[in-house]
Antibody, heavy 114, light 107 residues
Framework: EVQLVESGGGLVQPGGSLRLSCAASGFIFSNYWMSWVRQTPGKGLEWVANIKQDGSEEYYVDSVKGRFTISRDNAKNSLYLQMNGLRAEDTAVYYC???????WGQGTLVTVSS | EIVMTQSPATLSVSPGERASLSCRASQSVSSNLAWYQQKPGQAPRLLIYGASTRATGIPARFSGSGSGTEFTLTFSYLQSEDFAVYYCQQYNNWPYTFGQGTKLEIK
């Protein structure tokens, strides 16, 4: 069974940092582009970042460029999102997903507030 | 950035009826269009990709059509478990973008 399990969300102050993790199982993780997608009640769904199978290519939505970094460890079947300089508008549920869109995690909530 | 516009925002339909949802792109996305279903507290679930190809395990009552800038998700007959929010998403150009969603509710 395919599983993507996110962790690392929580409450953080504006300007702070947080690292999200996603543990993958049930499929060959190293064969897939991977993604982070976020969802807020106000802005809806936003595709945040993609990373190639070997980590050699990364893409970011403009709103997080320079602040967020996507990475992966294929030996650990894990995906990460390092989030720095967090803002109130980054408050969202963050989903780990395959870039092919077929597998999604259950999401982890990030709240940026003082 | 490509803007995806879905209509209507809410659609009220009775179980057993047919329904169609629309999605329009601000520029051509070819057939690189996906549809998702989302229920409260759950992640989006992929229904359709390539504008018209059903994802694994998706029932035949769901169908997608269109290309370029105009797309439709059609339910041949609605079942109780189909009432949810539906999103379209283009993956032709980065950044990938979603529509704002259509809520399908029971009439």
């Amino acid at each position: 069974e395919v599983q993507l399990v996110e962790s690392g969300g929580g409450l953080v102050q504006p300007g702070g940092s947080l690292r999200l993790s996603c543990a993958a199982s049930g499929f060959i993780f190293s064969n897939y582009w991977m993604s982070w997608v976020r969802q807020t009640p106000g802005k809806g769904l936003e595709w945040v970042a993609n990373i190639k199978q070997d980590g050699s290519e990364e893409y970011y939505v403009d709103s997080v460029k320079g602040r967020f970094t996507i990475s992966r460890d294929n030996a650990k079947n894990s995906l990460y999102l390092q989030m720095n300089g967090l803002r109130a508008e980054d408050t969202a549920v963050y989903y780990c997903a395959t870039a092919s869109r077929d597998f999604w995690g259950q999401g982890t909530l990030v709240t940026v507030s003082s | 950035e490509i803007v995806m516009t879905q209509s209507p925002a809410t659609l009220s339909v009775s179980p057993g009826e047919r329904a169609s949802l629309s999605c329009r792109a601000s520029q051509s996305v070819s057939s690189n269009l996906a549809w998702y279903q989302q229920k409260p507290g759950q992640a989006p679930r992929l229904l359709i990709y390539g504008a018209s190809t059903r994802a694994t395990g998706i029932p035949a009552r769901f169908s997608g059509s269109g290309s370029g800038t105009e797309f439709t998700l059609t339910f041949s007959y609605l079942q109780s478990e189909d009432f949810a929010v539906y999103y379209c998403q283009q993956y032709n150009n980065w950044p990938y973008t979603f529509g704002q969603g259509t809520k399908l509710e029971i009439k």
